[in-house]
């Protein structure tokens, strides 16, 4: 079974830092591209970042470009997401979210979501 | 940038009813890319349609999307309870719309 358990979350305060992580298992990582999807409070579903299988190609949303860092380690089944100068705006549930080539670059695997509150 | 419009808002429907939730690119896009997900409260989203048009694994045939290059439709053909949701439709992996609630009337 494809499970992905997001870690890391928490409460920051503006200017900080905070380093998510995915534990990806029932499949193998180093095969699946992989995405950030981000949730802030009852607004929609936002695309945050996106990494190839082999690390090689990373893109990030405008909105948190030169802040946040996208990283995999496919050794240990991990996804991560580095996450610099947060910014009330970033508050948000974090998805881990895996990318189906098969399926035309659809979601097809989602974590259950980490919350990051950024707030003083 | 590609700017995805859903639309209606909100569409208040009764069980049984017929749902046509409609997606708007603001340029012409591959059909290829283009996937629709259902959301409810407290859960991650679902992915429910790939390539504008093929169900994913375990969808009810009463999901169907259509559309080319700028207009794209799911369409729920009979609404059962369990399909009041929230539904998005995203572009190439990456651009969300705004999402349409689909919420008994």
């Known amino acids: 079974e494809v499970q992905l358990v997001e870690s890391g979350g928490g409460l920051v305060q503006p200017g900080g830092s905070l380093r998510l992580s995915c534990a990806a298992s029932g499949f193998t990582l180093s095969s699946y591209s992989m995405n950030w999807v981000r949730q802030a409070p009852g607004k929609g579903l936002e695309w945050v970042s996106y990494i190839s299988s082999s690390s090689s190609t990373v893109y990030y949303a405008d909105s948190v470009k030169g802040r946040f860092t996208i990283s995999r380690d496919n050794a240990k089944n991990s996804l991560y997401l580095q996450m610099n100068s947060l910014r009330a705006e970033d508050t948000a549930v974090y998805y881990c979210?895996?990318?189906?080539?098969?399926?035309?670059?659809?979601?097809?695997?989602w974590g259950q979501g980490t919350l990051v509150t950024v707030s003083s | 940038e590609i700017v995805l419009t859903q639309s209606p808002g909100t569409l208040s429907l009764s069980p049984g009813e017929r749902a046509t939730l409609s997606c708007r690119a603001s340029q012409s896009v591959s059909s290829s890319y283009l996937a629709w997900y259902q959301q409810k409260p407290g859960q991650a989203p679902r992915l429910l349609i790939y390539?504008?048009?093929s169900r994913a694994t375990g969808i009810p045939d009463r999901f169907s999307g259509s559309g080319s290059a700028t207009d794209f439709t799911l369409t729920i053909s009979r609404l059962e309870p369990e399909d009041f949701a929230v539904y998005y439709c995203?572009?190439?992996?990456?651009?969300f719309g705004q999402g349409t609630k689909v919420e008994i009337k």
């Open positions: 390539g504008a048009s």
């Open positions: 979210a895996r990318v189906s080539v098969e399926r035309r670059l659809a979601i097809d695997y």
């Open positions: 995203q572009h190439y992996g990456r651009t």
